[in-house]
């Protein structure tokens, strides 16, 4: 699926995977200039969703393929 956004959803889990998306978020950041992101929670949803949204299409694309490997459903 291309990307035609700079918004990435990620569905977690737990408090866990929550916990590993807070340390996965500030190692991309920091790994790549600390770049503009919002991340929207909305922990109202089933599985807690969030939608991290960067002003760069081509880093929301890298950020969501490193979260994929990361979490193995690449």
């Not at 503009?36 to 949204?53: A, C, S």
Request: aromatic share 10%.
């Amino acid at each position: 699926m291309a990307l035609t956004t700079a918004e990435t959803e990620v569905r977690l889990a737990g408090p866990e995977e929550a916990d590993r998306f807070s340390r996965f978020l500030h190692g991309f950041l920091s790994a790549n200039g600390f770049p503009f992101v919002i991340v929207h929670d909305t922990p109202e949803l089933l599985g807690q969703l969030r939608k991290v949204v960067f002003e760069d299409v081509c880093l929301s694309r890298k950020f969501a393929a490193e979260w994929s490997v990361m979490t193995g459903t690449a």
